[in-house]
């Protein structure tokens, strides 16, 4: 650093103080990219987390230094599993099948209510109302962009940059999903990343981790903007029960609390 320093600075030729050197504009940017290597919150921006580093930080906090301990099958008198066999069994914990055959007669029950609400929706006409830049820019501007994001790496920031150059393109594809009752599959798609739970006495089971799902931020925004879209004429028709308190708007957990204490 002290090379470069002195570097940036030439004798001048009437004497006195040193001034710039003919190429002191390519020695400056060099010298920044430097100080901006060594420490990057003197490049003059947010210093925006990686794909990963969110994660990370987040199994930083969770625990210490430990050994790692591979899965163990309990079907096979706890045999160690391969890290193939690991993820399929991680991921059928997690993410167990919707079988109707294992269905309980509520289960089944609320299963037909659904499908028969479906059919009724699909009969009728529907009107469209398209989505505008407001929409968007309510569910944009409520997201973090320090989060990690899906499979896709865009990050709220990335997508609000977008929609601040052309907010006819994301306007268009919304508006399409939206027209078309269509909700695009590669939006769907989960990153899981697994992490540890503290305290626990064994790292063997797969009840020992937490998994974290991560979803592309412009399917994030579609949800919410379809949930925006349906919350308003459920609550305000009535038609969802008084004691509906997750998911809804200006309802907490303290509301439920108190619910449970009043009756």
């Given amino acids: 650093m002290r090379r470069l320093r002195s570097r940036r600075q030439q004798p001048s030729p009437h004497g006195g103080r040193p001034g710039p050197s003919t190429d002191s504009a390519d020695q400056d940017a060099s010298y920044g990219l430097i100080v901006e290597s060594i420490n990057p919150q003197h490049s003059g921006g947010d210093v925006i987390e990686s794909v990963w580093d969110g994660i990370y930080r987040v199994i ?3 625990g210490g230094a430990r050994s790692d301990e591979m899965l163990r099958d309990p079907a096979r008198q706890g045999s160690v599993l391969t890290p193939i066999a690991s993820a399929r069994l991680l991921s059928e914990t997690f993410y167990p099948q919707d079988l109707e055959e294992t269905d309980t007669q509520e289960q089944r029950a609320r299963r037909a209510g659904v499908m028969e609400g479906l059919r009724r929706i699909g009969a009728g006409p529907l009107d469209f109302i398209a989505f505008t830049a407001s929409e968007v820019w309510t569910v944009l501007r409520g997201m973090n962009p320090k989060k990690a994001p899906g499979e896709d790496g865009f990050t709220s920031d990335i997508v609000s940059r977008v929609m601040l150059r052309n907010p006819a393109l994301i306007l268009s594809i919304y508006n399409a999903c939206l027209r ?22 064994t790292y063997t089971e797969p009840k020992s981790y937490r998994p974290i799902g991560l979803l592309p931020v412009l399917g994030k925004v579609l949800e919410k903007m379809f ?3 349906m919350l308003w004429p459920l609550g305000s028709g009535s038609i969802l029960s008084p004691r509906q308190y997750g998911f809804m708007p200006q309802r907490s957990t303290e509301c439920s609390v108190r619910g449970g204490e009043y009756g």
């Fill in 60 to 62: 930083r906090r969770c």
């Fill in 180 to 201: 078309l009752g269509h909700f695009p599959r590669p939006w769907k798609r989960v990153v899981t990343r697994v992490i540890p739970k503290p305290g626990r006495e």
């Fill in 227 to 229: 949930a925006t879209r």
